[in-house]
């Protein structure tokens, strides 16, 4: 229920969105478009909205949030009263002062099932569902969070194209995240985002996750510190949690490398066939 404004929240976001335009800045919001919880007022309201099974009942998924939101179902775009319901939300976003859209969990948005239009695939309805995003919001960035990439192409600007980092080398004692996937790090940034080094500016700008300088609360070497700045240099996208008024004037100055620096047209001199590739060229 993305426009519903939490009781915990105190100002409206409308109010933020227009107070960090008026500072010189654009303002930023984080969904998952594509899918809603088995609690959310949208599922109750419009069960007939989402993927089904064959038997008829809602297709059900285990994601990450915690009960009651821990069962996801996905959106039917293929319905035009879904597509309605998107446009609606994202162009709400849009005049109250958003322009950069994160849209996280579209891995999650080709579910094979049940949809109104019975001649639709996953895929098809997976662009359906983006271009009436794209439609709503023309002037905005949109940012692809772990999508399929081709399925995203011509309809996003910006793709995530590593997991989760962390404030870890590797994180201690989780040899698989939720989805069975690579363990939230450093490593396994870096790991995916040197791999699709040949999508940048072919398809779409590349997002390495957050970047890791900082020296508090935070589980790396200066070196990995480093390594993690160089997945910035190498997209020419740089996004950080580090607290600017907390860290180290030198970890700050490594960070502001990624802002200034980028390596443009990169393709590894090297890589063999039993590891990643490790040392680039480009301009």
Same mark, same amino acid.
């Given at each position: 229920?993305?426009?519903?404004? @939490?009781?915990?929240?105190? +100002?409206p976001l409308a109010e933020i969105g227009h107070r960090i335009n008026a500072a010189?800045?654009?303002?930023?919001?984080?969904?998952?478009?594509?899918?809603?919880?088995?609690?959310?007022r949208v599922y109750r309201e419009h069960p007939d909205?989402?993927?089904?099974?064959?038997?008829?009942?809602?297709?059900?998924i285990h994601g990450w949030s915690p009960p009651p939101d821990h069962l996801w179902v996905c959106l039917d775009a293929t319905q035009q009263a879904v597509r309605d319901h998107l446009t609606n939300v994202f162009k709400t976003f849009r005049s109250w002062g958003f322009s950069y859209f994160k849209m996280d969990g579209l891995g999650f948005g080709l579910p094979q099932g049940v949809r109104q239009d019975r001649s639709a695939t996953a895929v098809s309805a997976f662009r359906q569902a983006l271009r009436a995003i794209r439609e709503a919001v023309p002037d905005a960035t949109l940012l692809g969070c772990c999508p399929p990439f081709l399925a995203c192409?011509?309809?996003?600007?910006?793709?995530?194209?590593?997991?989760?980092?962390?404030? %870890?080398? %590797?994180?201690?004692?989780?040899?698989?995240?939720?989805?069975?996937?690579?363990t939230p790090g450093?490593?396994?940034?870096?790991?995916?985002?040197?791999?699709?080094?040949?999508? %940048? @500016? +072919?398809?779409?700008r590349a997002d390495p996750d957050t970047l890791m300088a900082r020296q508090d609360n935070a589980y790396y070497t200066e070196g990995e510190a480093r390594i993690s700045v160089l997945t910035g240099i190498l997209t020419g996208?740089?996004?950080?949690? @580090?607290?600017?008024? /907390?860290?180290?004037?030198?970890?700050?100055?490594?960070?502001?490398?990624?802002?200034? %620096?980028?390596? /443009?047209?990169?393709?590894?001199?090297?890589?063999p066939s039993d590891r990643w590739p490790q040392i680039f060229e480009g301009t």
């Open positions: 229920d993305w426009l519903d404004q @939490d009781a915990s929240w105190p +100002t010189g800045m654009r303002g930023g919001i984080w969904t998952m478009p594509l899918l809603a919880s088995t609690a959310s909205w989402f993927v089904k099974k064959e038997n008829g009942e809602v297709l059900e192409l011509g309809l996003v600007d910006n793709c995530r194209v590593s997991p989760d980092t962390g404030r %870890y080398w %590797y994180a201690p004692s989780l040899p698989l995240n939720c989805e069975g996937g690579p450093i490593a396994s940034a870096l790991h995916s985002t040197v791999s699709n080094f040949w999508m %940048y @500016d +072919t398809w779409f996208v740089a996004v950080t949690s @580090d607290h600017l008024g /907390r860290i180290a004037p030198e970890r700050l100055e490594l960070l502001g490398k990624a802002a200034r %620096y980028r390596l /443009r047209h990169a393709r590894p001199l090297e890589w």
